[in-house]
């Protein structure tokens, strides 16, 4: 067990001038409060805040940080309050630990919609100081390291959330180790099979393995040493979760030993020195082309620098190594923790700033998303930076999600050279907006003046700050045409009663009228309204004429529940049980639309919209549509439990070309009672394999995906998926 003193040596090794006291006393009072409580394994519940110092301590953290770390469970288990921390260890400690508390009950996993708004929460809560995050990432570590004593279903539910969030965050602030290590823990947890069968064959191999990586250090070391070079070269066996993805991306068994080792050159020297080394491996062993990559001229967005190769190594083999210098090393370990100057809450060099700023900009662009959805929509691109890496004609470099457009490209050169992208030259040549860039390219943007973001540029572009400007853009300029049109009905309402409209704005009256009348309060707001249906011109002449009666209460509580019922309301000549099994605001009797895009099943989550004179537009939750039109004319939908309705999905079933397959399927779907409403089955004869595209009657989301399993499950059959659109 790791002892507190243990971990105050450590601190006083790398940082001399800390508050020993401090520390000391968090231990104390932290041993104390906890007092009796236990961990799942048995052991004292003090080991754990213990652990997670000692994480910190790894990143040499400050004095502040390894505090907080061994109180960061104190609030949130014991009867301690705020107070009494800031009273003994200060506002900063205080400031931290809260913080770190108000992460811990944030539940990820929960309901779907939950999620989005929580993510911003912990985000915003931890862009106010990067210890909590640190500390956060400690502290998860840990649980990962002791996961094996919670039952299994939080486990796996723990394993993906690491997955999903705290991976992808560390990778994020370039502390490399801890990002593999999170995410060896949750590969474990999750593919526990997997993980056991390469464990039994590394097992195996295991002498086998120590000559070789013994041969290649040695061949490495003396061949820089004979140039005077001063190297620590080490043969590294990479964690399951990466040998798994390799064996599963190459498509390979793991019979080669090779596949499971990285070496790696750290250099006590320059830059340049990392090059010259860099010759002399590939002089040794013949390079493998396209596979050098020279993360020092272009370092990765979370700061990573290093150079990686592929080389035939001395049995034929590939075999990757990486060269850096120390400082480098240091870098990819610690990362944002290396040089951060906690004292000032800011960063030493600007490289670290770029790691921060990544969260502060994401935080920026929230404010401009009225929907915690969009927001996590867009985070998500940007959590898994798989790059690309491109030059300005001035051979500046620009980084961009894989898959970036040229589009992407110039938002990132500036939003406002995005917003004019009007045709780029992509190498010298004249390339379409949508062409896909890749590593190496040199883009020069053409703009033009009379150019807006469009639509359809949301079918390609990427990058966050890309797909965020556009929406926001179109959200803008629809809202122009509802201010324009609501302006348009308002005032030729006014006329009719004998109003000016002009008058009244001059007077103040419109002003008056809006701040009362419109959610947002502006005049425009109140145009907008007018515009989607949620106010009547007709109720503000009343209004202004004073000639109101009193309505009923619930429709001055509910003027859109009001509006559409009216509006909407299914003409009564149409059969009067033919309910859409959708309820708008809780009424079943609204005109519904579903969107062609996404086809959404009773069971999904979804959203509606209100629409000019075509009712209301039901649309999937995740779908692209959603977050391209103005939030203000959202409303909510629900299915109607009482009420189901079947709806028509397309679902795609591959098979292998063999007698009896389609009967065993439509046999399946017949028994799951559903009714097929098309089938095209197309065959290729020289493949052997046949696809079968049915159109199906389905009453929810839960019967299809039963269905769709029982499917799969048929000898033959390859895939089966839902087609949308
Ligand atoms: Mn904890």
């Known amino acids: 067990m790791l002892r507190f003193n243990d971990i105050a040596d450590r601190v006083i090794d790398y940082s001399p001038n800390a508050d020993f006291e401090l520390i000391q006393r968090a231990y104390v009072f932290s041993a104390k409060v906890h007092e009796g409580q236990e961990r799942l394994s048995g052991e004292p519940y003090l080991v754990h805040p213990l652990e997670v110092a000692g994480i910190l301590s790894d990143l040499r953290m400050d004095d502040v940080s390894i505090a907080s770390a061994l109180l960061h469970d104190t609030l949130e288990d014991t009867l301690t309050t705020r107070d009494e921390i800031e009273r003994l260890f200060g506002d900063k400690v205080a400031f931290i630990v809260e913080g770190l508390t108000k992460i811990a009950r944030i539940q990820f996993s929960s309901a779907h919609e939950h999620q989005a708004e929580n993510f911003r929460k912990m985000l915003v809560a931890m862009s106010k100081d990067i210890r909590i ?77 120590e000559r070789y990586v013994e041969e290649v250090i040695g061949v490495i070391s003396s061949a820089l040493s004979r140039v005077g070079m001063d190297t620590e070269v080490k043969g590294r066996l990479k964690e399951i979760a990466s040998i798994y993805h390799k064996m599963e991306m190459q498509n390979l068994a793991l019979d080669q030993i090779y596949d499971v080792i990285a070496f790696r050159v750290v250099i006590d020297g320059t830059a340049e020195d990392c090059y010259a080394a860099l010759g002399l491996v590939h002089s040794t062993w013949r390079p493998v082309p396209s596979r050098f990559k020279d993360y020092i001229g272009n370092p990765k967005p979370n700061g990573y620098r290093s150079l990686h190769t592929t080389v035939i190594g001395p049995y034929g083999e590939r075999m990757e190594v990486q060269i850096r210098t120390r400082e480098m090393d240091e870098d990819a370990e610690y990362g944002i923790a290396a040089h951060w100057k906690y004292k000032s809450g800011q960063p030493e060099n600007p490289q670290d700033e770029n790691r921060f700023s990544w969260l502060r900009q994401l935080l920026e662009w929230q404010r401009d998303m ?156 109140l145009f907008a309204a007018v515009s989607y249906g949620k106010l009547s011109p007709s109720l503000l002449v009343r209004k202004l004429k004073g000639e109101e009666p009193p309505p009923r209460s619930e429709e001055v509580q509910e003027p859109l529940q009001d509006k559409i019922l009216g509006l909407f309301k299914k003409r009564p000549s149409r059969e009067p049980d033919a309910q859409n099994g959708v309820l708008v605001g809780g009424m079943s009797d609204v005109m519904v639309r579903f969107g062609g895009c996404c086809d959404p099943l009773p069971g999904d989550d979804v959203v509606g919209f209100v629409t000019r004179g075509r009712g209301v537009t039901v649309h999937g939750r995740n779908c692209r549509r959603v977050f391209e039109v103005d ?95």
């Not at 390291?145 to 723990?158: C, D, K, V």
């Not at 069968?197 to 086998?208: A, D, K, S």
């Not at 390219?441 to 966050?464: A, C, M, Y």
């Not at 939908?637 to 795609?652: A, M």
């Open 133 to 209: 995050l640190l500390i956060k990432l400690a502290d998860r570590l840990h649980n990962m390291r002791t996961l094996e004593h919670i039952g299994a279903e939080s486990r796996q539910r723990i394993a993906q959330e690491t997955l999903d969030i705290y991976v992808p965050l560390s990778h994020r602030l370039g502390i490399r180790w801890m990002m593999q290590e999170l995410e060896d823990c949750a590969f474990r947890v999750l593919n526990p099979r997997e993980s056991e069968e390469i464990e039994r064959q590394l097992t195996g191999g295991r002498e086998e393995r």
């Open 370 to 525: 009225a929907d915690p959805h969009e927001f996590l929509d867009t985070v998500k691109m940007d959590l898994f930076p798989d790059e690309v890496f491109v030059f300005t004609p001035r051979g500046e470099v620009i980084n961009l999600p894989r898959r970036a457009s040229t589009v992407d490209f110039a938002y990132a050169i500036h939003s406002e050279v995005g917003d004019r992208c009007a045709g780029a030259r992509v190498n010298g040549k004249m390339v379409p907006l949508r062409h896909v860039l890749v590593d190496g390219d040199t883009v020069e943007v053409i703009t033009n003046d009379h150019q807006f973001p469009r639509k359809d540029w949301l079918e390609f572009v990427v990058s966050g700050k890309a797909r965020s400007r556009v929406r926001h853009s179109i959200q803008a300029s629809e809202r122009q045409r509802a201010i324009q049109l609501g302006r348009d009905s308002v005032s030729r309402e006014f006329r009719k009663a004998g109003l000016s409209l002009s008058n009244l704005t001059n007077s103040g009256e419109m002003e008056t009228l809006a701040r009362s009348e419109a959610k947002g309060g502006a005049i425009d707001d």
């Open 631 to 725: 939030p203000a004319r959202r409303v909510d939908v629900e299915w109607d439990t009482r009420h189901s309705v079947p709806r028509k999905v397309k679902v795609q079933v591959d098979s292998q070309n063999r007698p009896g397959i389609l009967s065993k399927v439509v046999n399946s779907i017949s028994a799951a009672g559903i009714n097929v409403a098309g089938l095209k089955v197309t065959t290729d004869d020289e493949q052997g394999r046949a696809s079968q595209a049915f159109e199906l009657w389905v009453g929810d989301t839960r019967t299809l995906s039963a269905v769709m399993k029982e499917i799969g499950r048929i000898k033959g059959v390859t895939t089966v998926s839902r087609v949308r659109g």
